[in-house]
């Protein structure tokens, strides 16, 4: 194999997968295991399906398409209506939040003979998808549209927050959830078993004991990938935060100066960066770059070496403190969530997996 390239513990993955897994479980809640990061990846879903997770989930039909296990498959991004048979065909759950698109996936389902469960999708302030909090007109048509169909079942709710707007998971929002789930329930006489607002930004709450009885379903990712509370960017306590780890090849190792000669403009991608001058510099290149990971969330394992940016095909070091680095040595690096999903999701980057130990 050749570099850049990815090498994934399936046994440090699988831990965290069912550490998170028990946790949720003391308290009978449900565990989907989000598999968008690393596209689905067969190694990775087929660890996933011997773990203690309970769904599988993924914002992307053609990864769901590409499961192979007993376990509920659940659609995270709100259907596009192109793609209402491929949601009835490869999910027995999916968040929606449009009336017309309802109507075109029970139609859907009961033309195939299907039961499909719809979490309706709610916007408890981050301002992405779903019916908004404060609209309780559009919540209770958007409800009444599922329960129309008779090949739907209105499963329960759910809540996406931290993407766009930033908003943190807090009591107000989750006690928030539950009372509109309770809501829907008197009004219309459903179980609707499901109340889904926990994610990774929910990790702190969840470990504290704080996050409220009636939020039951948890969409998980980065908190088992990576190791990581999102919300802090810290370790989470006895999870491993190195199951993936970047290696690159150094292609070129020179002295120069540290800060660009010449009237400053545009980066490659348009950014303008005043960089520092920090005198002579030992500078070296390894060949991966922004097509193929976010240098954002790379972190050298040698603590001697510092990132210093780079372009799409490059990334540059700071390699003064490491004065024995030749061309053609390896340079390793921990990675966070966008680096992984980067790296994965780029074609020029190998794949390499430690396999699971035989039970």
Not at 146 to 169: I, M, P, Q, Y
Not at 218 to 239: A, H, L
Not at 303 to 324: F, K, Q, Y
């Amino acid at each position: 194999m050749g570099y850049p390239k990815v090498t994934c513990d399936l046994n440090k993955v699988l831990e965290n997968v069912n550490l998170l897994a028990d946790l949720l479980h003391m308290e009978r809640r449900t565990f989907a295991a989000v598999t968008k990061c690393f596209c689905a990846e067969p190694h990775l879903t087929q660890m996933l399906e011997r773990s203690r997770c309970d769904w599988l989930a993924d914002s992307r039909l053609e990864n769901l398409a590409s499961y192979s296990t007993g376990k509920p498959r659940f659609l995270l991004r709100i259907a596009q209506p192109w793609e209402i048979p491929g949601v009835v065909e490869h999910a027995e759950y999916s968040f929606q939040s449009e009336p017309t698109t309802i109507a075109m996936l029970g139609a859907e389902a009961a033309q195939r003979g299907k039961k499909h469960g719809v979490l309706l999708a709610l916007d408890m302030g981050d301002l992405r998808e779903g019916c908004y909090f404060k609209d309780e007109d559009d919540i209770m048509r958007t409800a009444e549209a599922v329960l129309r169909e008779n090949a739907l079942e209105l499963s329960g709710v759910g809540t996406n927050l931290g993407c766009f707007g930033g908003v943190k998971v807090s009591k107000v929002n989750m006690e928030g959830i539950c009372a509109i789930a309770e809501r829907l329930r008197r009004r219309f006489g459903v179980p609707m078993p499901y109340v889904s607002g926990m994610s990774t930004l929910a990790w702190d709450m969840l470990r504290g004991g704080t996050m409220p009885a009636g939020v039951n379903h948890g969409r998980f990712g980065e908190c088992w990938i990576c190791g990581y509370d999102t919300v802090d960017r810290k370790p989470v306590p006895d999870m491993h935060n190195d199951a993936f780890l970047l290696s690159a090849q150094l292609v070129e190792i020179k002295h120069k100066d540290s800060r660009p000669i010449g009237e400053i403009g545009g980066d490659a991608f348009g950014r303008v960066i005043v960089r520092p001058d920090l005198g002579p510099m030992r500078r070296g290149i390894v060949a991966v770059g922004a097509q193929d990971i976010n240098r954002d969330d790379l972190f050298p394992l040698d603590p001697r070496i510092e990132i210093l940016g780079g372009s799409s095909d490059h990334t540059l070091l700071d390699l003064r403190r490491a004065p024995e680095l030749r061309p053609g040595d390896i340079v390793r690096f921990r990675m966070q969530w966008s680096a992984i999903m980067r790296a994965f999701t780029s074609k020029y980057v190998e794949k390499e997996f430690i396999p699971l130990a035989a039970n």
